[in-house]
C-alpha cells in the first residue's frame, strides 16, 4: 500500500499558494497582481519626498484704516505744533543773550588826520570798534550836543550783542544819521548814546592814545559801560596827548 501523504501535503500546499494569492489580489482597487495591490497602498503615504519644497504662507502687511477725521486732527495739531516752536523760537532769538567773543589789546585806529569834525564814523573791523570825531558846532542830540573830540565806541549792542552799523540815510526824530542795531532796532547817536530800543544801556566806550605822529590806538581791554555822558568822553587830540 503506497504512502500519498507527500501527494497529499504538495497538494494542499498548492492550494492554500493559490487561495492566499487569492485573498491578497482579490481587491478590485489592486486587481488581480499583488504588485498592484503594493503600488496602491503605497500610493496612499502622506510624506512629503525629501527634495520637495513647501512653500511658506505669505505674509501681508496690514494697512492702518486712516479715517477723513484722523487726517485731519494730525493735520492740524501739526501745523499748531510748528506755529508754537515757531513762536519760541523768535522769543528765544529776542531774549537769549548771544555770546560775544571776548578780545583785548590794542589795536592801530588810523590818523588823527583821517577823521575830520562831524564826518561819519570809521569802522575798524579787527579793533569791533567805530572812531567818532565829534564837532563842536554841532549841538544837536544826534551830533553829540556841542561836545568835541575823539572816541572808540565799541560796535557790540549792550541788548543781545549784534554788531551795530552807522546808517548815514537813516532819519529819525528829523534827523539823519544814527547808529541803528539791526537786530531789535536800538538807535544811538553818533556819541552812542541811546535813544531808542531794548538797549538796557548805551554804547560802550574803549580807551584811545595817540602818539607823536598823531596815529591812533584803541585799547579794547580798557571798557567803560556807555552811559548818556558818552558824548562827554569824548578826547581833543592835546587831552589825549596829555593821556600818553
Known amino acids: 500500500m503506497e504512502d500519498n501523504t507527500d501527494g497529499i501535503d504538495s497538494n494542499q500546499n498548492d492550494d492554500s499558494q493559490e487561495d492566499h494569492s487569492q485573498e ?13 495591490w503594493k503600488d496602491a497602498l503605497s500610493s496612499r503615504s502622506t510624506a512629503v519626498p525629501e527634495k520637495t519644497i513647501v512653500p511658506s504662507a505669505q505674509a501681508h502687511i496690514i494697512k492702518p484704516n486712516v479715517t477723513r ?15 508754537l516752536l515757531g513762536f519760541v523760537g523768535i522769543f528765544l532769538d529776542f ?25 561819519p564814523p570809521v569802522r575798524f573791523k579787527a579793533a569791533q570798534t567805530w572812531i567818532v570825531n565829534l564837532d563842536p558846532a554841532d549841538t544837536s ?49 553818533k556819541a552812542g548814546k541811546i535813544v531808542f530800543g531794548p538797549a538796557p544801556r ?27 555822558d558818552n558824548a562827554s568822553r569824548a ?6 596827548k596829555e593821556m600818553t
Not at 24 to 36: H, L, N, Q, R, T
Not at 235 to 240: G, R
Open 202 to 228: 548805551s554804547m560802550d566806550t574803549f580807551a584811545l592814545t595817540v602818539d607823536a605822529q598823531g596815529n591812533l590806538t584803541v585799547h579794547t581791554d580798557q571798557v567803560t559801560p556807555g552811559s548818556d
Open 141 to 189: 542830540i544826534v551830533g553829540g550836543e556841542g561836545k568835541a573830540g575823539y572816541l572808540a565806541l565799541w560796535q557790540k549792542c549792550p541788548h543781545l550783542g549784534c554788531a551795530v552799523p552807522w546808517r548815514g540815510g537813516f532819519n529819525f526824530n528829523d534827523a539823519d544819521g544814527w547808529f541803528r542795531c539791526p537786530c531789535h532796532g536800538s538807535t544811538y547817536t
Open 235 to 240: 578826547k581833543t587830540i592835546d587831552q589825549l
Open 95 to 119: 531774549f537769549w543773550p548771544r555770546g560775544v567773543e571776548k578780545f583785548a589789546g590794542p589795536y592801530p585806529a588810523g590818523n588823527v588826520n583821517d577823521f575830520k569834525p562831524g564826518a
Open 24 to 36: 491578497i489580489g482579490s481587491s478590485p482597487a489592486a486587481g488581480a497582481s499583488v504588485d498592484a
Open 69 to 83: 477725521r484722523t487726517f485731519v486732527k494730525g493735520t492740524f495739531w501739526t501745523g499748531f505744533g510748528v506755529t
